[in-house]
């Protein structure tokens, strides 16, 4: 009998501890991200090369690494009875988190696993798969793009639930494994499952822009972007086919004279059509000749587009036909989609304005405002499933950081990762309002 009292008395004691140890973190909510076992963690998820190299060329053995770290890094996320969790083609993950309110339409949290290749020998300051801590920056392939959101979301979630958290609204928390190489395998198959099951989606968040700071002209202090639609692509082949000859007797016009005319043309037409100009257009390859005294038979260009919102991939195609308007040049359309609908951003919406509320809570002094990406994101898989999708993450970035991402030198401030987990720790939580707070007398109190 006094044993079984001594271990009353000892788990009693260990229950306040827990009660005192959630209190004195309540508030703080950057305060989980500083535990010195959460940060092994997030540095063990860059050390994982999950590169994807092609749709069909990605590194199994690192994607299984990587679920079994997800597994070990968040034990709450996985035992917890109110989160669902299932693998999607083979190392794609979706977790179902239950809401206490059915009613409330659920909405979902986006970000992806696998990286792009990097090389220490491009001149990394840091070996790129080594989370190396270089003045308070941890250094690697992946920093920026996109783990700090996948350790991020789920380090919010898990630590929430270890509160006794419960959130009202339901929300998913999808993880591709090929948003690189086109999330063809991983996000198109999410979504394949969540039409199945008939999902509605109130609104989706992915990657996509971030808080640039000192980086555009003409704006005072720093701002997020949160990313309302993506622009569109398209590469286009020109070919010119003319009959092979000897360079001592050249004729008046080569195929590679056509096609360099051809592709000045395209090039010209930039500054002067105010609706082109906003599409970018890039001439990418440029074939011809394989002898110094022969004329080559061919000659081929490859141009991609990035096509505005205000344009469409026809509008673009039709663009390209007249400005070349020459019968020697073929013109193929290699691959092309439109740019993605423009997701709401009134008052009213309520995505938009809970996404800039969390943004605010956690970071007051920034201005907040709608953008366009000039990436694509795998959330493009998500537009008939959803139509307000949203892309944004607070990563803070200033001048030249931004080439970071897929370049060298990727890195991320310890301070910018505890406050990304400290945003959807927030925005999990502030998505239990119904509906928005009426504003008054035109100002936005929300
Ligand atoms: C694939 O990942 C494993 C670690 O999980 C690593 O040892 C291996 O070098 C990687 N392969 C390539 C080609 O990157
Ligand atoms: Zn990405």
Redesign the pocket.
């Known amino acids: 009998l006094s044993k079984q009292y001594f271990y009353r008395e000892m788990l009693l004691r260990f229950l306040w501890l827990i009660v005192a140890v959630l209190c004195l973190s309540r508030g703080t909510n950057k305060r989980v991200a500083r535990s010195p076992s959460q940060w092994s963690r997030t540095r063990k998820a860059i050390r994982?090369?999950t590169?994807s190299y092609s749709p069909t060329d990605i590194?199994a053995?690192?994607l299984h690494?990587f679920s079994r770290l997800l597994r070990k890094a968040f034990p709450t996320v996985f035992s917890s009875s109110l989160v669902q969790h299932e693998v999607v083609a083979d190392y794609s993950h979706l977790f179902t988190v239950q809401g206490s309110q059915p009613d409330l339409v659920p909405y979902m949290l986006l970000a992806h696993i696998d990286v792009v290749p990097a090389s220490e020998s491009d001149g990394w300051d840091a070996p790129p798969f080594s989370a190396k801590e270089i003045d308070n920056f941890i250094y690697g392939r992946g920093t920026l793009d996109d783990k700090e959101c996948v350790m991020g979301m789920l380090q919010a979630l898990e630590y929430l639930l270890l509160k006794g958290y419960r959130p009202q609204r339901g929300f998913y928390i999808g993880l591709g494994h090929d948003e690189e190489v086109s999330g063809l395998n991983g996000a198109l198959n999410i979504v394949r499952l969540l039409k199945q099951r008939n999902v509605h989606l109130s609104f989706l968040l992915d990657e996509g822009l971030l808080v640039v700071d000192g980086v555009m002209k003409g704006l005072d202090g720093p701002a997020a972007l949160i990313g309302v639609s993506e622009k569109g692509s398209a590469t286009v082949k020109l070919s010119v086919t003319s009959a092979p000859g000897h360079s001592s007797m050249p004729p008046r016009e080569s195929s590679i004279g056509i096609l360099a005319a051809a592709v000045k043309r395209l090039l010209a037409l930039k500054p002067e059509t105010n609706a082109f100009s906003r599409t970018t257009t890039a001439v990418t390859m440029f074939n011809a000749g394989v002898k110094v005294n022969v004329l080559p038979s061919v000659a081929e260009a490859y141009v991609n587009f990035r096509i505005h919102s205000a344009q469409s991939l026809q509008e673009v195609l039709d663009l390209v036909d007249s400005t070349v308007g020459d019968q020697r040049v073929k013109v193929e359309v290699v691959d092309g989609f439109d740019p993605l609908p423009v997701s709401s951003y009134s008052e009213t919406s309520y995505g938009f304005q809970i996404i800039k509320k969390s943004i605010l809570d956690v970071f007051p002094q920034l201005t907040v405002a709608p953008g366009i990406c000039v990436a694509n994101t795998d959330s493009r898989h998500f537009k008939d499933l959803v139509a307000d999708i949203y892309r944004f993450i607070p990563i803070w970035a200033k001048a030249g950081d931004a080439q970071r991402i897929h370049g060298i030198n990727e890195r991320i401030s310890k301070k910018n990762y505890e406050d990304i987990v400290g945003f959807y720790f927030t925005l999990i939580q502030n998505c239990d309002v119904k509906e928005l707070p009426e504003t008054h007398s035109g100002v936005h109190e929300f």
């Open positions: 994982i090369p590169v590194n053995t690192a690494e």
